[in-house]
């Protein structure tokens, strides 16, 4: 799938690089996986799993040519820095940092969210999905009316259906103070 660089700020905006930088600027080097072609320019995936970086090629940009990122100034200007620096990295054969738009323990909670909301999908009460997420010993440790399990699991699907609802695409920014 394919996110505009507006929705996705992970999503590096490629043109031709101006001369103004000189006539010995190296050739790219990216190699395009499952491209599309959209009508702003060519998208396509660098590297694969967790080293994926997705790219949209303006205009007459070529993906072995030499090549310019473009960065506005705007609110999500530090995560499109960000996946700059690892395409940099990736491009000159050094360790590509993570993506740190969301850490371990929230991509543990999203996958408890889309249990909990395909449980209750499915016809699945509260302490039915709780005993799946918890296991049955650790939710008959307490009273079930007062259990934290149970407020827990009851967030789980309430937050996995904001999700479903459109909430996914926050996952795609770092969350930041106001």
Same mark, same amino acid.
């Given at each position: 799938?394919?996110?505009?660089? /507006?929705?996705?700020?992970?999503?590096?905006?490629?043109?031709?690089? !101006?001369? *103004?930088?000189?006539?010995? =600027?190296?050739?790219?080097?990216?190699?395009?996986?499952? #491209?599309?072609?959209?009508?702003?320019?060519?998208?396509? *995936?660098?590297? /694969?799993?967790?080293?994926?970086?997705?790219?949209?090629?303006?205009? /007459?940009?070529?993906?072995?040519? !030499?090549?310019?990122?473009? *960065?506005?100034? %705007?609110?999500?200007?530090? %995560?499109? *820095? /960000?996946?700059?620096?690892?395409?940099?990295?990736?491009?000159?054969?050094?360790?590509?940092?993570? %993506? #740190?738009? +969301? #850490?371990?323990?929230?991509?543990?909670?999203?996958?408890?969210? =889309?249990?909990?909301?395909?449980?209750?999908?499915?016809?699945?009460?509260?302490?039915?999905?709780?005993?799946?997420?918890?296991?049955?010993?650790?939710?008959?440790?307490?009273?079930? $009316?007062?259990?934290? +399990?149970?407020?827990?699991?009851?967030? =789980?699907? $309430?937050?996995?259906?904001?999700?479903?609802?459109?909430?996914?695409? $926050?996952?795609?920014?770092?969350?930041?103070?106001?």
């Amino acid at each position: 799938m394919f996110w505009t660089p /507006e929705a996705d700020p992970g999503a590096i905006v490629v043109i031709s690089a !101006p001369s *103004i930088f000189g006539p010995d =600027l190296p050739q790219s080097e990216l190699v395009p996986a499952a #491209t599309y072609l959209g009508p702003d320019g060519l998208s396509f *995936i660098h590297g /694969e799993g967790a080293d994926a970086i997705p790219i949209l090629l303006l205009g /007459e940009a070529n993906p072995d040519q !030499p090549l310019a990122a473009i *960065i506005p100034f %705007d609110a999500n200007s530090p %995560d499109r *820095i /960000e996946a700059i620096a690892r395409l940099w990295r990736a491009l000159h054969k050094r360790s590509v940092p993570p %993506d #740190t738009r +969301l #850490t371990a323990q929230q991509r543990r909670r999203l996958k408890h969210m =889309l249990q909990a909301v395909d449980g209750r999908m499915n016809g699945a009460n509260y302490r039915d999905i709780a005993y799946a997420l918890y296991g049955r010993d650790r939710v008959a440790a307490d009273p079930w $009316k007062s259990s934290a +399990l149970r407020d827990s699991t009851m967030d =789980l699907v $309430k937050d996995g259906l904001a999700m479903i609802a459109g909430g996914y695409r $926050k996952l795609l920014r770092h969350r930041r103070r106001r």
